[in-house]
């Protein structure tokens, strides 16, 4: 396999700091209003969409032996994401509380696209920041989920969907023909007992009750509390409605990437509760080199679940010999998902050839498309 040269160079990493332009867009949006408070969902969705036209594919692939030090230009914008997301968000959030020249549509608008903001990045590095093994990467992680109320995501991702992706106990697997709204409203729900389940399950096999003062939650409630009472100071009941409007959109750009990334694909059940092991089959996958960039290489998510402590830059891309192929990059996936018949008419064929491909043994896929296959063991 060919490797590409020089990944330690800041020229190489330099796109992925792209993300730090929606910082100016969200603050134009604030300090102007009007027109501008629409260009977040139009720069996250369509700018680097538009982008893949023109830069096509990245099928390269790093040394995946790149030592930490070299990787430093990479690791620095996920770990600097935090702290500017947090200055941004809230003042945003004071300073239309405090001038009185953004309607209240403006407003609603303009907090869908710091919604947009926070998902389409801050959760997306929030997701790299936790798969690591330092305390801190781990705790700004954490942080930057607490501002989107969704810090059981940790939990639930980590102890479930990469144990059990694939499989009926996972919440995040979306099962053939189940469109995206039905899908939406069954995870909001299930991936918080879910997450409680997984904690306590640990602690139960380390003799612990599972309300322990280790259990998690107990940090994921306070964090959040704590950014629920900033929001309250800084804008009072408006500055309330906002936040959490801000991180329903959020949640609602996460579990829409949830949704695409491994839509239909299921792993074999071998009987008894049994399942075959996660290969790269198992995950939905694209190419695109601008939303790679948004995303940081997201999108190479079979090899994610192969090595799910391997940092972005290192990710290695399957071929579609491989792994199933998306026509386009997660953005514009996530915006057909949202039209249920749309999305079926590009997926369902796909899910149907990946059948055939992989599993042209089974004859029948209704205890897969029902989940009432056995849960794993």
């Given amino acids: 396999m060919l490797f590409t040269p020089n990944v330690s160079q800041f020229t190489k990493a330099l796109p992925f700091w792209m993300s730090l332009l929606t910082v100016p867009v969200a603050l134009l949006g604030a300090i102007h209003g009007d027109w501008t408070v629409y260009l977040m969902p139009l720069f996250a969705w369509y700018f680097f969409s538009i982008l893949d036209a023109f830069t096509g594919l990245n099928l390269e692939n790093a040394d995946p032996e790149t030592g930490e030090a070299d990787l430093f230009w990479y690791r620095l914008i996920t770990m600097i994401w935090f702290p500017v997301q947090f200055v941004t968000g809230f003042f945003v959030l004071w300073y239309v509380t405090h001038t009185d020249h953004h309607s209240v ?145 959020a949640i609602w750009q996460l579990e829409l990437t949830n949704y695409v990334e491994h839509y239909g694909l299921t792993r074999k059940h071998l009987g008894n509760g049994k399942y075959e092991h996660v290969k790269p089959h198992h995950s939905w996958n694209a190419s695109h080199k601008a939303t790679n960039w948004l995303l940081i290489n997201l999108q190479r998510h079979s090899d994610h679940h192969y090595k799910p402590d391997r940092r972005f830059p290192l990710l290695q891309n399957y071929e579609e010999d491989q792994a199933p192929q998306l026509p386009y990059g997660y953005p514009l996936m996530a915006v057909a998902a949202m039209i249920p018949p749309v999305w079926r008419r590009i997926m369902n064929p796909r899910v149907g050839a990946w059948r055939e491909k992989y599993y042209p043994e089974i004859k029948s896929w209704l205890a897969y498309k029902n989940g009432t296959n056995p849960m794993p063991r």
């Fill in 105 to 249: 549509w403006e407003m609603i608008v303009l907090f869908f696209g710091m919604g947009v903001m926070c998902g389409s990045v801050g959760i997306v590095y929030a997701h790299e920041l936790m798969h690591q093994k330092n305390r801190l990467e781990r705790t700004l992680g954490d942080l930057l989920l607490a501002m989107v109320m969704y810090s059981h995501f940790r939990s639930e991702h980590l102890l479930v969907h990469h144990r059990y992706v694939g499989t009926p106990r996972d919440t995040v697997t979306a099962r053939y023909n189940e469109g995206f709204h039905r899908f939406f409203m069954r995870v909001l729900f299930e991936s918080v007992r879910s997450a409680w389940q997984a904690e306590a399950a640990m602690l139960e096999r380390k003799n612990l009750p599972k309300g322990h003062a280790s259990n998690p939650f107990y940090r994921y409630w306070a964090i959040q509390g704590g950014m629920l009472l900033l929001a309250v100071l800084l804008g009072g009941f408006w500055g309330l409605l906002l936040f959490l409007w801000q991180a329903y959109i």
